[in-house]
């Protein structure tokens, strides 16, 4: 089981987030798509997408990772 890491359920999330939502191409992706799609289609996409990558520091872009870096992008 996952250890909490920085306020995210496990450093896998965090780590996702943190280069999701600082890296202006991915961020910038993320959030059109958000606002296009709504949040639970824009999530489907971007597991899609990136679901077979991983960041720059090893963590894996899945769902549940993923999910979490978007929140707050649909208001």
Do not use: C, H
């Not at 992706?29 to 597991?47: N, P, S």
């Not at 720059?56 to 993923?66: H, L």
Request: proline share 4%.
């Amino acid at each position: 089981m996952a250890r909490p890491y920085e306020g995210y359920p496990s450093w896998n999330s965090w780590n996702v987030s943190l280069w999701i939502n600082n890296e202006y191409n991915l961020y910038k992706t993320a959030y059109d798509l958000v606002q296009r799609e709504g949040m639970r289609r824009a999530v489907e996409i971007l597991t899609n997408w990136w679901g077979d990558k991983r960041t720059p520091d090893g963590a894996r872009f899945n769902k549940r990772s993923i999910a979490l870096a978007l929140e707050g992008m649909d208001e």
